[in-house]
């Protein structure tokens, strides 16, 4: 059994808590910036195995170096790869070595891809003591490059950011743009459901941080989609 503690908002934290309980270890749910201020045994944390954070908004680096503040030197940090490449997420970090990224798209099950990145200066030592972990939870661990949202949550955020484009343009509503592309292209979901699914802020943060490393209009958050996000609105107007 391994002691965790996640930092994570639904459908992202209690997601992956549910499945590590599953698995026999033992969990500790926070809300995903619960973290972000706070100092050294405010949080029981110095005692951890994992610290594993969904944190999707703010400055990524600033709050891993206020998490590696609270946790020991040995724990293992999980970081959710989405607003930040995972190199530019440990920029602040003491020791850097210590930090792998991965991507999750809830709802999880055993069988699952889980994909994970190094950064730069992720130890070998860190790497395989993560696959490891992912492994134990019956999920299957595929490497990918680093960069802001991976693979799946990278190209599903600019569906999202596209077809809210279309919403505030009045192509259509919100209802008719998911429809179409549901009945359209055989998805599962519309993009904007998606986008309410996992959270407007967690789509908004892996489009900036798309645009802050490539500086492509492609990347950029459409206003509405900015908006949204910081007056924290969660369903499609």
């Given at each position: ?11 992202f ?18 809300e995903a ?5 706070v100092l ?11 610290v594993i954070?969904?944190?999707?908004h ?16 040995t ?13 530019m ?34 130890s070998?030592a860190?790497?395989?003591r993560g696959?490891?972990f ?43 743009i ?9 998805y ?22 798309l ?7 492609r ?19």
């Amino acid at each position: 059994m391994t002691s965790i503690a996640i930092f994570g908002n639904p459908p992202f934290g209690d997601a992956l808590a549910s499945l590590c309980r599953k698995a026999g270890h033992q969990v500790d749910l926070f809300e995903a910036d619960a973290f972000v201020n706070v100092l050294p045994g405010d949080l029981p944390l110095f005692d951890k195995e994992i610290v594993i954070d969904f944190y999707h908004h703010g400055d990524k680096s600033m709050a891993l170096w206020n998490l590696e503040s609270l946790i020991a030197p040995t724990t293992l940090m999980l970081t959710s790869a989405l607003p930040a490449s995972v190199t530019m997420a440990a920029y602040d970090m003491s020791d850097p070595e210590r930090l792998m990224g991965f991507s999750l798209m809830p709802p999880l099950q055993k069988g699952e891809v889980v994909e994970v990145a190094r950064g730069l200066q992720t130890s070998d030592a860190t790497f395989e003591r993560g696959l490891r972990f992912w492994q134990s939870l019956g999920l299957e661990p595929v490497e990918v490059g680093e960069g802001p949202g991976l693979v799946r949550a990278r190209v599903l955020a600019c569906l999202v950011n596209e077809a809210m484009s279309a919403l505030a343009e009045g192509v259509a509503s919100a209802r008719d743009i998911d429809t179409a592309m549901k009945l359209g292209t055989n998805y599962p979901h519309g993009p904007l459901e998606w986008g309410e699914y996992l959270g407007i802020d967690t789509i908004y943060g892996i489009m900036n941080g798309l645009y802050a490393e490539w500086h492509e209009d492609r990347y950029r958050p459409h206003p509405l989609l900015m908006r949204m996000a910081s007056a924290g609105i969660r369903t499609m107007p």
